[in-house]
């Protein structure tokens, strides 16, 4: 998408709490991980330089998709660990 402010999709609110008061370009991406369950979405705003976004712009982002999702789903896997070992913790401490 490239100057559309008027998509009745387009949030001013978001963009203005990041501190984006203009949004010339954007481009997104939806983020999943090798077992194709959803972990998120990428979106990247305003283009240096003319702004324009570039077919190779597109293949890039789509090049490093697939690893932002096993990022994503490895810091979830250790957050479970971590959240399991914490109840462990516990409990043994309740057990003394």
Known sequence: MQKNKHLHTFSSEIDNMVGVH???SM???????????????IQLINKEGDGIITEQDRIELDSLLPSLGEIIKTADE?????????GIELYLMKAE
Do not use: A, Y
């Open 27 to 41: 481009l997104i991406g939806p983020i999943f991980d090798r077992d194709g369950n959803l972990k998120g979405v």
């Open 78 to 86: 250790v957050r479970e660990i971590n959240n399991v070992s914490s």
């Open 22 to 24: 203009s949004v010339e």
